[in-house]
Nanobody, 120 residues
Framework: QVQLVESGGGLVQPGGSLRLSCAAS????????MSWYRQAPGKERELVAT????????NYADSVKGRLTMSRDNAKNTVYLQMNSLKPEDTAVYYC?????????????WGQGTQVTVSS
């Protein structure tokens, strides 16, 4: 029932742009904080960006500040990651995450991931 489906990944040259989308269904989207994570080969999964349930506050990893912008559209049950000025070190599988505190624990939903490759 619960689904998070990422799209928009691909191969781009350094300095290029991509926009990732994550379409959510099967839960009350507006009640969840949303995040983008990424994982490169041989590296730990890292948090890229988080946005609050109503979109008032977004936070970013230092490595992406000024280049990546997260947004959400609660009416469309979708979150986005606009990626500009991409660097080879941005190459990773990008995962969409939904999180809500529930009876003293976190509920976490995850998407399947979308590959972003930045290379010339």
């Amino acid at each position: 029932q619960v689904q998070l489906v990422e799209s928009g990944g691909g191969l781009v040259q350094p300095g290029g742009s991509l926009r990732l989308s994550c379409a959510a269904s099967g839960f009350t989207f507006s009640l969840y904080a949303m995040s983008w994570y990424r994982q490169a080969p041989g590296k730990e999964r890292e948090l890229v960006a988080t946005i609050t349930s109503f979109g008032g506050t977004a936070n970013y990893a230092d490595s992406v500040k000024g280049r990546l912008t997260m947004s959400r559209d609660n009416a469309k049950n979708t979150v986005y990651l606009q990626m500009n000025s991409l660097k080879p070190e941005d190459t990773a599988v990008y995962y969409c995450n939904a999180r809500r505190e529930y009876f003293g624990r976190y509920l976490d939903y995850w998407g399947q991931g979308t590959q972003v490759t930045v290379s010339s």
